[in-house]
Nanobody, 121 residues
């Protein structure tokens, strides 16, 4: 069984920073791409940033220049450093990872439970 557990969300003032973490655990054979998505109330879940196992990154336009995605492959963990936060960044942030389980022949897409980020004065 594979699990993704996020941490680091919370309440922050506009202009502030937060760092989200997401650790994968369980019967992991290999992890490929990892990433972050967010969903604001009443809206669809949107891409924030992704990173391949080789370190290639991709960002949504809204995240470019303010957010940085990184990963520690030894710890099976992906991070999202968020700077210059705006009220419109308020959302539930979910991590995602493409993982091959030891028990499976396939790579599957796993999701964390989500962590709330609220940007407000």
């Amino acid at each position: 069984q594979v699990q993704l557990v996020e941490s680091g969300g919370g309440l922050v003032q506009p202009g502030g920073s937060l760092r989200l973490s997401c650790a994968a655990s369980g019967t992991i054979f290999s992890i490929y791409a990892m990433g972050w998505y967010r969903q604001a109330p009443g809206k669809q879940r949107d891409l924030v940033a992704t990173i391949t196992n080789g370190g290639t990154t991709n960002y949504a336009d809204s995240a470019k220049g303010r957010f940085t995605v990184s990963r520690d492959n030894a710890k099976n963990t992906v991070y999202l450093q968020m700077n210059s936060l705006k009220p419109e960044d308020t959302a539930v942030y979910y991590c995602s990872a493409d993982i091959k389980d030891y028990r499976s022949d396939f790579v599957e897409d796993y999701w964390g439970q989500g962590t709330q980020v609220t940007v407000s004065a």
